[in-house]
């Protein structure tokens, strides 16, 4: 079957680092997305990886292992803002999404 | 950039009653747009993909006669929930698939609170 998971949940500091870990299952592979949800709003995008490495956007950083089925989503300087639920999402050979339940992540002062 | 709409944002509605949901891409055309539900504190669960013109593919467990699907133009889908009960209360989101890009990004709409008394 096709599976996602990352941890339900993580506590972080603002100004520090964070890294929150996405293994996947998936019949076929056409890519990793991670998205960000606040509470009572919908995703909004952050990223795309579909070719092994990191990328890097401003303070978020992406990360792809295809031959581990590993991908990590790197958040620097944590804000007050940034508390949030994270979304991972493999897009399968169907180009359909197969979603994570999500990572809330709590920034404290 | 691709703005995905939904109306209304919120709706309270009795047992019983039918809901109907819009989803418009207001900036380019969708041939496929997609209906999630999200309950409390759970990831996005896809309940069905529509694509214009043509029938919509609801998932597996999701009533398609509870959730009518209608994609009549590249613009527009509308979910209808039909005989809403308290259980169908969550968050329901739309989101359409431009085509053409280079990662098949789907743009979300801002979600429709649904709550059923």
């Known amino acids: 079957g096709q599976n996602i998971d990352q941890p339900t949940e993580m506590t972080a500091t603002e100004g520090a680092i964070v890294q929150i870990n996405c293994t996947y299952q998936?019949?076929?592979?056409?890519?990793l997305f991670w998205y960000q949800q606040h509470a009572g709003e919908a995703p909004t995008f952050l990223s795309y990886n579909v070719l092994d490495g990191l990328e890097e956007k401003g303070r978020f950083s992406s990360f792809l292992s295809r031959s581990k089925g590993y991908s990590y989503l790197l958040l620097k300087e944590l804000q007050m803002k940034d508390s949030a639920s994270y979304l991972c999402?493999?897009?399968?050979?169907?180009?359909?999404?197969?979603w994570g339940a999500g990572t809330k992540l709590i920034i404290k002062p | 950039g691709a703005v995905v709409s939904q109306h209304p944002s919120w709706v309270i509605c009795k047992s019983g009653t039918s809901v109907k949901i819009e989803c418009r891409s207001l900036d380019f055309q969708a041939t496929t747009m997609f209906w999630y539900r999200q309950f409390p504190k759970q990831s996005l669960m896809l309940m069905a993909t529509?694509?214009?013109?043509?029938?919509?593919?609801?998932e597996q467990g999701v009533e398609k006669d509870k959730f009518l699907i209608n994609h009549a133009s590249l613009t527009l889908s509308t979910l209808t929930v039909t005989s809403a009960h308290p259980e169908d209360s969550s968050f329901y989101i739309c989101?359409?698939?431009?085509?053409?890009?280079?990662?098949?990004?789907?743009?979300f709409g801002p979600g429709t609170r649904l709550t059923v008394l």
């Open positions: 999402a493999a897009l399968d050979s169907n180009y359909q999404l197969i």
């Open positions: 529509s694509n214009e013109g043509s029938k919509a593919t609801y």
């Open positions: 998936t019949s076929g592979f056409n890519g």
């Open positions: 989101s359409a698939r431009v085509q053409g890009l280079e990662y098949n990004e789907q743009f």
